[in-house]
């Protein structure tokens, strides 16, 4: 029997990269989203990517205790994806309760009511943030978490804690992974479905796409004094369709029972460090368009310098990413150019 795959937040950047690749892989899928921040752009486009005309969309905010009860109620939900909650940085930081109200009440009534339907398998996005500014780089899944500098990253930190703390406590009928996303971009080959920022994009590559686009007018690097090869910070930047594919990977391993501990952490990132200036320089040469860029100060909070050993992804869960920066940045800009008719 085909298995349940419920995707809060199904219908954003992440959530629907992941649908079309659960759904390819076989899953039964249940999209949930309040529309809070993306339109039905995305969610269209995974229905014409997978020919899934019939893919179940629940309208809904996970903050609503008697919403998530029926939800699982209606579907025989085998595993969750948790997408939905607010990531924008500087707001979480002027905005703080709107965060910690969001973020940590949704993800609570999702464990909540999969605590009282006897169990389920339980997959957090969590991010690089929780590293802060690393001491040693690469990151391993053991480098130690640093206290959060944002409201944001702080829901990130907590929400790992209350889901290992509750996988512990439940007797074995809660199972959890943890995958700390490093910096997705890109967009799915199709050029159906991709990052739809509102507003002015706060991450780089939006920012990047945009500006060559003529949406804006100049690319601000933050930063080329930082004690890196070329003054600009690294990232390890992680193609979307191959981070998508690492929760296909993930909640294979929960169904099968290969986890060997009741909560795991991955890494989901290439182990390949890029600054901003390269990064900006391959988007160029590989799309031949010029971009209009400027260095400025530095960005409050940015840290220096953050990539990851996938070391335990590739050998425990058998995933790794494998497309180039390249590819995924021709892949951003084919986006860039669908969104405006091009
Ligand atoms: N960045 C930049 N200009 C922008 C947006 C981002 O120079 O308009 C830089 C930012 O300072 C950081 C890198 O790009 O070094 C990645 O930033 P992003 O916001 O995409 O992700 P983060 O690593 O902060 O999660």
């Known amino acids: 029997m085909k298995k349940t795959v419920l995707v809060s937040g199904g219908a954003g950047f992440i959530g629907s990269h992941v649908t079309v690749e659960l759904i390819e892989a076989g899953y039964d899928v249940v999209?949930?989203?309040?529309?809070?921040?993306?339109?039905?752009?995305?969610?269209?486009?995974?229905?014409?990517?997978?020919?899934?005309?019939?893919?179940?969309?629940?309208?809904?905010?996970?903050?609503?205790?008697?919403?998530?009860?029926a939800l699982f109620a209606k579907y025989p939900i085998d595993a969750v994806i948790h997408f939905a909650a607010y990531k924008a940085v500087g707001e979480s930081v002027a905005e703080p309760l709107k965060y910690y109200k969001n973020n940590l009440t949704s993800f609570l009534n999702v464990l909540e009511v999969a605590q009282e339907k006897g169990g389920c398998n339980v997959l957090f996005s969590s991010s690089a943030t929780v590293y802060g500014e690393p001491d040693v780089v690469p990151v391993t899944e053991n480098t130690p978490r640093k206290p959060a500098t944002s409201p944001y990253g702080n829901t990130k930190t907590m929400c790992e804690d209350i889901l290992r703390d509750t996988v512990k406590a439940s007797d074995g009928k809660i199972k959890g992974i943890l995958l700390r996303y490093f910096n997705p971009i890109?967009?799915?080959?199709?050029?159906?479905?991709?990052?739809?920022?509102?507003?002015v994009p706060n991450n780089l590559v939006p920012f990047i796409t945009q500006t060559a686009i003529g949406k804006r007018e100049c690319l601000s690097i933050f930063g080329n004094d930082y004690p890196t090869p070329d003054g600009t910070c690294l990232r390890d930047y992680i193609d979307i369709v191959d981070l998508a594919k690492a929760h296909v990977f993930a909640v294979t391993r929960m169904m099968e029972g290969k986890m060997k501990q009741g909560c795991e952490t991955f890494n989901v990132g290439t182990g390949r460090p890029v600054s901003v200036l390269e990064l900006v320089n391959a988007f160029e040469k590989v799309n031949g368009v010029k971009l209009n860029?400027?260095?400025?100060?530095?960005?409050?909070?940015?840290?220096?310098?953050?990539?990851?050993?996938?070391?335990?992804?590739?050998?425990?869960?058998?995933?790794?990413?494998?497309?180039?920066?390249?590819?995924?940045?021709?892949?951003?800009?084919?986006?860039?150019?669908?969104l405006a008719g091009k």
């Open 31 to 69: 999209v949930a989203d309040n529309f809070s921040n993306c339109d039905r752009t995305c969610y269209e486009g995974v229905k014409k990517i997978t020919g899934r005309e019939d893919l179940p969309l629940e309208v809904m905010d996970f903050c609503d205790l008697a919403a998530v009860k």
């Open 186 to 199: 890109g967009a799915h080959p199709s050029a159906l479905i991709g990052e739809l920022p509102r507003g």
């Open 293 to 338: 860029y400027k260095f400025a100060p530095r960005r409050a909070g940015d840290v220096t310098a953050i990539w990851a050993d996938p070391t335990l992804a590739n050998t425990e869960m058998g995933w790794k990413a494998t497309r180039t920066v390249e590819e995924t940045l021709k892949a951003a800009w084919a986006w860039e150019k669908h």
